[in-house]
């Protein structure tokens, strides 16, 4: 049984730093990569960043590129996400995904075959 486990949300000024973490397990490390996507009150899921399993490559999207990085540790099966330069529009729930299909876009929902239950990152002064 596939799960997805996140940690290391909370609370942040604005200005700060957080970082989180995806625990993957059940998962083969043979698969496309992971991500993080993000949903605040009252919007949609959208996408943060991805990193591909292999090679180590990357995708952030507008908002948060050059403020958050994301990498992933093979031998734990895990994904980070570091976030600084916190803004208050970065408060919302957030997602890691894992895509197992190598042909995978994972800056799209569809892209991603697996979530966890989110973990809540509130920016606030």
């Known amino acids: 049984q596939v799960q997805l486990v996140e940690s290391g949300g909370g609370l942040a000024q604005p200005g700060g730093s957080l970082r989180l973490s995806c625990v993957a397990s059940?998962?083969?490390?043979?698969?496309?990569?992971m991500g993080w996507f993000r949903q605040a009150p009252g919007k949609e899921r959208e996408f943060v960043a991805a990193v591909s399993w292999n090679d180590g490559h990357t995708k952030y999207s507008d908002s948060v590129r050059g403020r958050f990085t994301i990498s992933r540790d093979k031998d734990e099966n895990t994904v980070h996400l570091e976030m600084s330069s916190l803004r208050r529009d970065d408060t919302a729930v957030y997602y890691c995904?894992?895509?197992?299909?190598?042909?995978?876009?994972?800056?799209?929902?569809?892209?991603?075959?697996?979530w966890g239950n989110g973990t809540l990152v509130t920016v606030s002064p």
């Open positions: 995904g894992a895509a197992v299909v190598m042909g995978a876009e994972m800056s799209t929902f569809s892209g991603m075959d697996y």
């Open positions: 059940g998962l083969s490390r043979s698969k496309k990569g």
